[in-house]
C-alpha cells in the first residue's frame, strides 16, 4: 500500500507534456524486459516489454528504448495523463532463467 | 479472468505466529512465484514454481515454505513470523509463451509483524 516507495526518485511532469523514465540495468546477459506500472495498493501492472533483439518498441501512447551498449532502458510516455501518476519500475530476465531482477522504481507525478 | 488472486489483503501476525497467504490463478499458467517488496526496494523473489509439484527457492527463502499441489494454488507459509518479514507480498505468475515471459501479479497482501 502506501509504504511501497516511500524514498522513491520523483519525476514531475505537467499534463500534458510527456515523460521519460530511465532505468539501469545490470546483467548483460539479460534478453527480455518488461516495464511495469504500480499505482498505491495495487500490484504491478504490465506496461510494454522489448526483446534485445530491438533497440525500439512502441504501444499506445508508449514507447521503450533499449542502449544495450550502456545497459540503459528507458519508458516514454506521451501526453501524460494524470491517471499515469504511479511507481513505474523495469525487470531484466534472462530467458534462460526463471529470475527476473527488478529495479527499484520512480514515481511519477502528474501536476495538473 | 480474475487473474492472479490473493488474499487477505491485510493483516498482522504478532512474532512467532503462524499464516498462509493464499495465491490462485485462473489463467493455466505454469510458472508461479512469490515476491516481496520492502519501501525504497525492487521485488525480492522468495519462492517460485515451474508447475505442480515443483518448486524452487528464490533469492530471499528463509522463513518461508510453499507447496503447489495444483496448477492454480501456490500458497505461501510463514510458520514463525518475525518483523524482518513485515512487507508487502506479491503473488505473480506467467505462461512464458514465446516471445514473452511477462509476470501477472495478484493485488499484494500487506503484512506487519509486531
Known amino acids: 500500500g502506501e509504504s511501497v516507495g516511500l524514498h522513491l526518485p520523483t519525476l514531475s511532469v505537467q499534463e500534458g507534456d510527456n515523460s521519460i523514465i530511465n532505468c539501469a540495468y545490470s546483467n548483460s546477459a539479460s534478453d527480455y524486459f518488461i516495464w511495469y506500472k504500480q499505482e498505491s495498493g495495487k500490484g504491478p501492472q504490465f506496461i510494454i516489454d522489448i526483446r534485445s533483439n530491438m533497440d525500439k518498441r512502441q504501444g499506445q501512447r508508449v514507447t521503450v528504448l533499449l542502449n544495450k551498449t550502456v545497459k540503459h532502458l528507458s519508458l516514454q510516455i506521451a501526453a501524460t495523463q494524470p491517471g499515469d501518476s504511479a511507481v513505474y519500475f523495469c525487470a531484466e530476465n534472462n530467458s534462460g532463467t526463471y529470475k527476473y531482477i527488478f529495479g527499484t522504481g520512480t514515481r511519477l507525478k502528474v501536476l495538473a | 479472468n480474475a487473474g492472479v488472486t490473493q488474499t487477505p489483503k491485510f493483516r498482522i501476525l504478532k512474532i512467532g505466529q503462524s499464516m498462509t497467504l493464499q495465491c490462485a490463478q485462473d489463467m493455466n499458467h505454469n510458472y508461479m512465484y512469490w515476491y516481496r517488496q520492502d519501501p525504497g526496494m525492487g521485488l525480492k523473489l522468495i519462492y517460485y514454481s515451474v508447475g505442480a509439484g515443483i518448486t524452487d527457492k528464490g533469492e530471499v527463502p528463509n522463513g518461508y515454505n510453499v507447496s503447489r499441489s495444483t496448477t492454480e494454488d501456490f500458497p505461501l507459509r510463514l510458520e514463525l513470523a518475525a518483523p524482518s518479514q513485515t512487507s508487502v507480498y506479491f503473488c505473480?505468475?506467467?505462461?512464458?509463451?514465446?516471445?514473452?515471459?511477462?509476470?501477472?501479479f495478484g493485488s499484494g497482501t500487506q503484512l506487519s509483524v509486531l
Open positions: 505473480a505468475s506467467s505462461h512464458r509463451d514465446r516471445g514473452s515471459e511477462k509476470l501477472f
